[in-house]
């Protein structure tokens, strides 16, 4: 059984930062890529960043230089540093882990207020 857990997620004012961060546990030999996604209310999930095992990034337009992932492969960890955040970017933020199959976490609620 393989879990995901998120955390770090909250109320952050517009320009701030906030940082989450994903642990996956369980019966784990190796982890691919992992990603962070988002949901705002009423709108479809979207991939905002994502890394492979050996440090290869992709990031969506709307948070390319202003979000950074990163992850720590002997944590079995991925993280998402947000940095200049606007109020658009307010959602369920979920994490995601391709292991034998993919993996979701529970979701952490990011509110940027302006």
């Known amino acids: 059984q393989v879990q995901l857990v998120e955390s770090g997620g909250g109320v952050v004012q517009a320009g701030g930062s906030l940082r989450l961060s994903c642990a996956a546990s369980g019966s784990i030999f190796s982890i691919g890529p992992m990603g962070w996604y988002r949901q705002a209310q009423g709108k479809q999930r979207e991939l905002v960043a994502r890394i492979t095992r050996y440090g290869s990034t992709y990031y969506s337009d709307s948070v390319k230089g202003r979000f950074t992932i990163s992850r720590d492969n002997a944590k079995n960890t991925v993280y998402l540093q947000m940095n200049s955040v606007k109020p658009e970017d307010t959602a369920v933020y979920y994490c995601?882990?391709?292991?034998?199959?993919?993996?979701w976490g529970q979701g952490t609620q990011v509110t940027v207020s302006s």
């Open positions: 995601n882990a391709e292991i034998t199959s993919a993996y």
